[in-house]
């Protein structure tokens, strides 16, 4: 019997795998916590949690899937999404690429030709993504954001002001990216407030639970399968998945399509949250990163997880239910 079908037949086998897996990998004590954002240094590096949420609504999950972080990139997936459904595919593509840069997550680069950033899961797509987020003013800009991401939670969502205020005060790269943009015509004035809406939307706080729950909405066409609630237009999902997979582990991205073959997205703090479509979300949490800004931790487990449950999306064997 192969692994999937065993977990077909029995899926508490699935909660015992994901056991295995974080005993396996408890004591790596490989990476560092990014310290670049002063507050982000003071995480406890040991936290570790792995959650999977079926579109089913049913619920696998290990070790500290209660604790809350900020979400940091993994932010970018969904306002990116909100982005689209403000003005549209067609529009998004003249201010953002979806292209990716092979580059570090905050490089400041721009496409040659179009004066474009690449893509929107790295620093410069995101700033110029979230300047479009529609709103008459900051405020109101802030609430669209944060009523979107309780859609994909189920939950209220806040804003962390220590990591916000630490970012804003140290966050000079992001900064420079917004004026060269702004020099472009690619963002417009007043960057400080677009600027304030991405360290925002970065510091909304989540558990590892809570981004599994978020990836199972993009499993499921866009509909929270707890709640139930529409967070996102069904027709922008593939956008959204698509960007993942080619872009979303910034200069690790090829390999991981390669290796682990479904859409992702990785943040600072230490997330990273996988998408199975029509399957399943998966969530890791641990802060200590390798050298591209992804959790060690968290990219091992999802390598195993892929390989075991036959998750690659060009898989020659297809995934049964789970
Ligand atoms: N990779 C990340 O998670 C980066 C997000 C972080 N807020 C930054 O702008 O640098």
Redesign the pocket.
Known sequence: MTNQEELARNPSSLQAYIDDLYSKYESLQDGVVANY?PELAKVDPELFAISIVNVNGEIYEVGDYQQLFTI??ISKVFAYGLALMDHGRDYILTRVGVEPTGDA??AIVLDEQSKRPYNPMV?AGAIATTSLIKGSDATERLNRMLDMFQKYIGRDVFVDISVFTS?RTT?HR?RAMAHLMLNFGMIDKPIDEALDLYFQQ?AVMVNCHDLAVMAATLANKGVNPITNEQAIKSCYVKDILSVMYTCGMYNFAGEWAYKVGIPAKS??SGGIIAVVPNKMGIAVFSPRLDAR?NSVRGVKVCEELSQHLGLHLFECSPLVNI
């Open positions: 954002i940091q990139s997550f905050n620093n970012e966050g992001n970065c943040g600072v800004g």
